[in-house]
């Protein structure tokens, strides 16, 4: 029998159901496409050359981007904290205070943020190509799990490279800031490394690290689930890869401010 | 023999499939026409348990697809091999990788044994030189003997062929039919194929069955269905528009 139509006054109301019920939905489909990926990571067969094929697309591919985000950002913490730190004659509290906004704050975020742009991109606009050519078909009818093949390599990669490429950042982004602060403006290195020693300790460490570890699993989960997940033609593909980008962006963001205010 | 019972499927309000009956009897070459955008592709991919059915039975040797999830779906697509409308080689393996790929996945073959599986495949297909180069690097009609190939590596029972020739000329239309009707003689797989070639696939089908608005509207084997008294399938095989259809 036909649904009666709705009276006038309800049909926003029925619209707002609808639009919850979307999101509700989506919000599921995203959740399981995690615990799908997760058990496809736990259990064998483990597809080892994808996975080392996604640790070169993920990571060393990002490499030079890392590198030089972080060289050119610890260089402007350094100028920065130096004038600012200057004014209240704490200059020797900048390689502290660098060491701290990188390991703590900048180097997750902004290494996430960039191998985002790089690879995650990549990575939606990749699989979104596979899915409107059929790739991704023809591994399901060959029997063979596309989880296995794509999604949960990239994810695992996600999850290795980008606490590396944030020690990178760290690492990189406080020599930066020992250029500018040391070589440039006349600090001591001995002030800058021991003050550096004195103030940031292994929570600091553990703090950026669990943050590194979470947006590896964020970017690579968005990206890999929009890329497949995608519309139709090259719009879709386009489409998908800018929400990719957008959606993983914003949520290390929010998750970065969450996790800020839980960890130590 | 696949036997279709009463398939339907919607996307939203569309009705695309309104109940469709076939059988596809083993080993035969079937075909099914229709025009462009009237759900052979879907139908197709009901047939290879890419979609499932809003209502109706797809049976295998009398085992109905439709309630299959997983492993047991996995087996049976083991019997199968399908050639996809664009080939859908991976872009990112050679040819020879591509036809490879099921074999190095799939059985527990040695890598000698597989490159002389690969070998053999690409040599029956007619492109022992194009092995290692990407499907980026060959034509299209290449690219579609690559994706036969490789549907073929692993000598399944069945084989799907999704408009293999969408986009080739005339000359290579008829070399990859007469590709199949070889292989098919050959290796004595039942092929299920969707096309719109008219009337250059009259000459490999030993059944051909008309879609038309969701329904199967003829089905018989070749010659009778060129002889049909049904004016859709006239029209179709004519060429003519349907009166009140855009030209």
């Known amino acids: 029998m036909a649904e009666a139509p709705l009276a006038a006054p309800l049909v926003p109301f029925a619209a707002l159901g609808q639009w919850a019920i979307g999101i509700v939905l989506a919000l599921g489909r995203f959740g399981t496409f995690l615990l799908l990926a997760v058990a496809t990571i736990v259990s ?117 490279t980008f606490p590396l490429m944030t020690a990178l950042f760290d690492t990189v982004g406080i020599f930066g800031g020992y250029l500018v602060g040391v070589e440039l403006l006349g600090l001591s290195p001995g002030t800058y490394f021991g003050e550096m020693q004195t103030f940031v300790d292994m929570r600091d460490v553990m703090t950026g690290f669990w943050k590194s570890v979470s947006f590896g699993i964020i970017v690579t989960w968005v990206c890999t689930y929009k890329g497949f997940h995608v519309g139709h033609g090259a719009e879709g593909v386009a489409r998908a890869t800018t929400q990719a980008v957008v959606l993983s962006s914003v949520l290390i963001l929010v998750w970065d401010y969450f996790l800020g205010t839980v960890l130590p | 023999m696949i036997k279709i019972e009463g398939v339907t499927k919607s996307f939203g309000r569309q009705v695309v499939l309104r109940g469709v009956d076939l059988e596809v009897p083993d080993g035969s070459i079937t075909v099914i026409i229709g025009r462009s955008g009237g759900g052979k592709t879907v139908f197709l991919r009901h047939m290879i348990g890419l979609l499932r059915p809003d209502s109706g039975r797809i049976l295998l040797d009398d085992v109905d697809l439709t309630q299959l999830r997983g ?53 029956r297909v007619g492109l022992g030189d194009v092995k290692d180069k990407y499907p980026a690097e060959v034509s299209g009609g290449m690219r579609k003997r690559v994706a036969i190939a490789r549907a073929l590596a692993t000598e399944p029972a069945i084989v799907f062929f999704d408009e293999p020739t969408t986009g080739l000329d005339p000359i290579l239309v008829n070399t990859i039919h007469h590709l199949i009707l070889e292989l098919h003689r050959r290796l004595r797989f039942t092929a299920v194929m969707v096309s719109h070639e008219i009337p250059e696939i009259f000459q490999i089908a030993d059944s051909v069955a008309m879609l038309h608005e969701g329904r199967i509207v003829e089905v018989g084997p070749a010659a009778a269905i060129q002889a049909s008294p049904n004016p859709i399938v006239q029209r179709f095989i004519r060429g003519e528009p349907e009166s009140g259809s855009a030209r």
Not at chain 1, 140 to 151: C, D, E, H, I, S
Not at chain 2, 103 to 114: D, N, P, S, V
């Open chain 1, 44 to 160: 064998p067969p483990f597809k080892v050359r994808a996975f080392v094929d996604r640790i070169d697309y993920i990571g060393f591919r990002s490499l030079l981007i890392i590198l030089l985000t972080g060289g050119f950002t610890g260089m402007v913490l350094g100028l920065q904290v130096y004038f600012t730190l200057s004014r209240f004659g704490s200059e020797a509290f900048l390689g502290p205070a660098v060491a701290l906004s990188l390991i703590r704050e900048l180097g997750p975020v902004l290494s996430a943020l960039m191998v985002t742009g790089r690879a995650g991109s990549a990575l939606t606009a990749e699989l979104g190509i596979m899915r409107i050519t059929e790739q991704i078909d023809a591994l399901t009818v060959m029997a063979l799990n596309p989880f296995r093949y794509l999604v949960a390599p990239s994810i695992l990669a996600g999850l290795i």
């Open chain 2, 71 to 123: 492993r047991a779906l996995d087996a049976v697509r083991d019997r199968y091999g399908v050639v996809f409308q664009g080939g859908a080689l991976f872009d990112s393996l050679t040819c020879a990788e591509n036809v490879a790929f099921p074999l190095r996945e799939k059985t527990r073959l040695t890598r000698e044994q597989i490159a002389e599986r690969v070998a053999l495949g690409l040599e």
